[in-house]
Structures are given as structure tokens and as C-alpha cells.
């Protein structure tokens, strides 16, 4: 039997520049999911029972992609159910939702509890590599950026190596834990879809997106100045540019541009979709308890649901 868990992340600045080779920056969340391998009855082959916590129609949504992943990580991990046939029952408190990393958790928390069940003792870097095969299965091309956080937590910096060879992830220090509201748009997006259809439009318009991703470059580095020297006040900013970025890049929505007025309104200090966009979550920067409840309610006023987290726990 073994019992492992992925950490939910989110990303602070990069989604989407990320795929392309940018730098991003990503903080594990506190809440993380969990998976425990066991046998399974005799000529069952793979049984896959999910009592995560979701946000409503996410398990219809995304059961082909999981059955995808499933069989990505079992070939990396070349274990045959047919032979060996597995129990895995994932949970945690982690809410399954587009934009936290849910499909990245779950693939870390996969392989860590196939590795200990199998006695295979696997490293972090074979997990994540394990994961990211997982990935494929949700995204098809993904970046990497979320099976890192989910497997090694904490605050990275990351950068996908398009020449194949290993990615850079450097870790963040953070002077202290700061506050971070996370608003739930409610709407489930296909990531594969939209990446898919940024890339179309990146190749229609390829002037415009390279001025783009020209601000977006410059906007990171800046981002990881204000991350070491502890200026919140310009974090915000940058993320409120970020976020205007994504607006350009068309992966923004009504419901992820209200949370974000909505977020600043209340006094957030900068405020951003994060993750895929069209529908999932916001994330408002919010430095204190006091600041993180008013920016919460006022989100919580609109019918949205919210988590209160920190980054760079
Ligand atoms: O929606 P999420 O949290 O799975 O994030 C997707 C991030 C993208 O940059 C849009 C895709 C990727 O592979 O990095």
C-alpha cells in the first residue's frame, strides 16, 4: 500500500508565455491531493476511484482526459494491471477546479503512491517526470510548469526547454508568506483547446504576439526582482500587467474580468486570471489577514466562490 500527495499550485505570472519558452513563476498552494495505491481484485486491471473534492461538472469534464493520463503514467511507469491489477483512491483537500493544478496534483500523487506501493523508491525528478507523461493526457503539449509545483512545492521559477533537454527550475525565497485570494469563475476550460487556439492565433498575427511576448519577457524578469526585494506593491502592478497580457492574448473572460475589477475595487494590490483563462480562476494579491477577508467577501459578494491561501509558505 502507499499514500502520496501532489501539491496544487498557481501561477503567478507566465501562463501561456510559458509554452513558448518564457520564464513563469509558480507557488504551491497549502492544499494539496492525495492518492493511495493498493492491489486490486484479482482481474479487475485498473480500478480509479476519485473522491476528490470538485467544482461541480470538473469529473464529467475532464474522465477521458484522466483515463488518458491513467494509461501515460502506467507505460512511463511500465507497470501492466492486467498482471498487477491496482487500486487508486484519490481525495485531499485540494478542489479539483481549472486552474489550481488539479491534473498535475493528481498525477504526482499517482505516481508517488504506484512507486510505493511497488516498493520502486523513486526520486522527485523521476516523479516529476512520471507526472508530466500524466500531463500529456490532460494537455497534450504541457509546459511542465505544474507537475514541478505539484512535485516539489514551494515558490519556482520555471522555464520549459524547447530543445527537449531538462527544464530550469530555480526556487524563489520569499521574505514571508503573503496573502492570496483565489476566485472560482465556476466555468471548466479544455487547456488543450486553448493553447491550441492561442498558438493558431499566434501564428496568424505574428508581429502583434511577439510585441506581446516582448512585454511579457521583460514583465517576468521585473517580477522576479520584486519577489526577491519583497515589493509587494509592484508584484501587484506587474500581476495587473500580466493579466493585461492575457487579455490581449484573448484567454481572459467577462466572469475573470469582473472577479479582477472586482478584487482591486476592494483594495488587492494587483489581481490576474491564472492557469488556462476562459473560465476557471482569479488570483488577487492581498499582503494581510485584514486586506485578504475584505478583497474574499467583496469576490464572495458576487456569488463567486473563494479560497483564502498564502504563497510562499
Ligand atoms: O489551467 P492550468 O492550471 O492547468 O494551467 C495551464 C497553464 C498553461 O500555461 C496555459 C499551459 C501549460 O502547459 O503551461
Redesign the pocket.
Known amino acids: 500500500m502507499g499514500k502520496s500527495w501532489g501539491f496544487g499550485k498557481t501561477?503567478l505570472f507566465g501562463?501561456?508565455f510559458?509554452?513558448y519558452g518564457l520564464p513563469a513563476i509558480a507557488s504551491a498552494l497549502g492544499s494539496y491531493t492525495t492518492a493511495n495505491a493498493e492491489e486490486g481484485e484479482p482481474a479487475s486491471g485498473l480500478t480509479l476511484i476519485d473522491e476528490r473534492p470538485v467544482t461541480p461538472g470538473y469529473k464529467e469534464r475532464k474522465k477521458p482526459e484522466q483515463d488518458d493520463s491513467m494509461n501515460n503514467i502506467l507505460a512511463a511507469m511500465d507497470i501492466n494491471v492486467d498482471k498487477n491489477p491496482v487500486k487508486i483512491t484519490l481525495g485531499g483537500n485540494l478542489v479539483a477546479a481549472?486552474?489550481?493544478?488539479a491534473?498535475a496534483a493528481s498525477c504526482a500523487a499517482i505516481a508517488r503512491a504506484l512507486s510505493a506501493h511497488l516498493g520502486l523508491n523513486l526520486s522527485d525528478e523521476e516523479i516529476n517526470k512520471i507526472a508530466y507523461e500524466g500531463e500529456k493526457g490532460y494537455?497534450g503539449t504541457?509546459?511542465g510548469?505544474?507537475n514541478t509545483a505539484a512535485t516539489y512545492g514551494g515558490l519556482i521559477w520555471f522555464r520549459k526547454n524547447l530543445k527537449g533537454g531538462p527544464n530550469t527550475m530555480e526556487r524563489i525565497k520569499l521574505k514571508e508568506p503573503v496573502e492570496l485570494v483565489i476566485g472560482n469563475s465556476g466555468l471548466t476550460s479544455n487547456?488543450k483547446e486553448?493553447?491550441g487556439d492561442v498558438r493558431a492565433k499566434k501564428e496568424a498575427q505574428p508581429e502583434k504576439y511577439a510585441a506581446i511576448f516582448a512585454q511579457y519577457e521583460k514583465l517576468v524578469n521585473d517580477a522576479r526582482c520584486a519577489l526577491d526585494e519583497f515589493d509587494v506593491k509592484r508584484i501587484g502592478e506587474l500581476m495587473n500587467d500580466n493579466h493585461g497580457l492575457l487579455q490581449q492574448i484573448t484567454v481572459s473572460c467577462a466572469e475573470l474580468d469582473d472577479m479582477v475589477d472586482t478584487a482591486k475595487d476592494a483594495g488587492a494590490y494587483g489581481a490576474k486570471l491564472t492557469?488556462?483563462g476562459r473560465g476557471?480562476l482569479m488570483i488577487a494579491l492581498t499582503p494581510g489577514e485584514e486586506l485578504q477577508e475584505k478583497v474574499a467577501s467583496a469576490i464572495e459578494g458576487k456569488g463567486v466562490s473563494v479560497i483564502r491561501t498564502k504563497i510562499g509558505i
Open positions: 501561477i501562463e501561456h510559458v509554452v481549472s486552474g489550481v493544478g491534473s494537455h504541457p509546459s510548469i505544474d487547456t486553448v493553447v492557469g488556462t476557471g
